[in-house]
């Protein structure tokens, strides 16, 4: 199976970001988020931008989520610490970009992907899209204070302990009276949708998004408290080894609490 790749294409004042594992319904793999960052610092400097779009190849999947075989070589609980930081840099300088940004979500946007998804500005779904984080049945470990905070901002605590705790994947239908979703529309309108909501980003002042944009993320992670120690607690611990090895075994962990 190929390790994917992530890849933009410019088209006058408007960035389209691919990520293209189809076969692995486009699940990142550490190139796939190292090719990720490179772009997020290339956007940097491009100062004309109106809108930037976010899209999974296939139509199957947005993102599904971190491969998790790559998480066969983590041994200690710093390893989970780095991991977590690593991604909330990747994410913090992909937030940080002046132009409004937009998911295009055909179908799957779940662990990373929903992370990569609540990063954005605004998000389209198709009807019958699935969201969701399923790490207490899948992996065993935890996301960042970062994280944590942008799902409750977006979706409200309860709907993410349904996700969380659950782990339920919610529906594109169940999540619309969130607000998370900007627009649901049907799978053959979601090429026409999205052409809409980018050329109405393109129409509006673009210093007032910005401004807007900062604002908010401000407002959003202002006295964010550290969470390592939860990070440290669940990627340092025998549950996090089991549903490793249970992932690859292609069998349910054996969960223990340890």
């Not at 909330?88 to 300088?93: C, G, M």
């Not at 002046?98 to 990063?119: E, F, M, Q, R, Y």
């Not at 899209?129 to 992996?139: D, E, M, N, Q």
Request: a neutral charge; proline letters at 4%.
């Amino acid at each position: 199976m190929s390790s994917g790749a992530v890849h933009m294409q410019v088209e006058g004042s408007v960035a389209r970001i691919w990520f293209d594992r189809p076969e692995a319904m486009n699940s990142m793999t550490w190139k796939m988020y190292n090719d990720f960052e490179k772009i997020n610092l290339r956007l940097q400097t491009m100062s004309k931008l109106r809108a930037i779009v976010l899209r999974g190849v296939g139509g199957k999947a947005f993102v599904a989520g971190t491969d998790i075989h790559q998480f066969s070589d983590f041994n200690r609980s710093e390893h989970g610490v780095e991991y977590e930081k690593k991604m909330d840099r990747i994410l913090y300088e992909f937030v940080s970009l002046p132009a409004p940004t937009l998911a295009v979500i055909d179908d799957l946007a779940i662990g990373g992907g929903l992370n990569i998804a609540a990063s954005c500005d605004l998000r389209l779904a198709a009807t019958g899209a699935r969201f969701g984080v399923p790490i207490s049945r899948t992996l065993g470990n935890c996301l960042s204070m970062r994280n944590y905070a942008n799902m409750v901002s977006l979706i409200g605590e309860p709907a993410s302990k349904r996700m969380l705790f659950l782990a339920e994947l919610m529906t594109a239908e169940e999540l619309a009276g969130t607000g998370f979703l900007a627009r649901v529309v049907p799978p053959q309108e979601v090429d026409t949708a999205s052409d809409e909501l980018i050329e109405k980003l393109c129409s509006m002042a673009p210093l007032t998004i910005t401004a807007s944009k900062k604002a908010l993320q401000r407002l959003r992670t202002a006295n964010l408290p550290s969470g390592e120690d939860l990070i440290e607690l669940c990627y340092g611990s025998s549950d996090f080894q089991e549903g490793v090895q249970a992932f690859k075994a292609k069998r349910r962990p054996n969960w223990t609490g340890e």
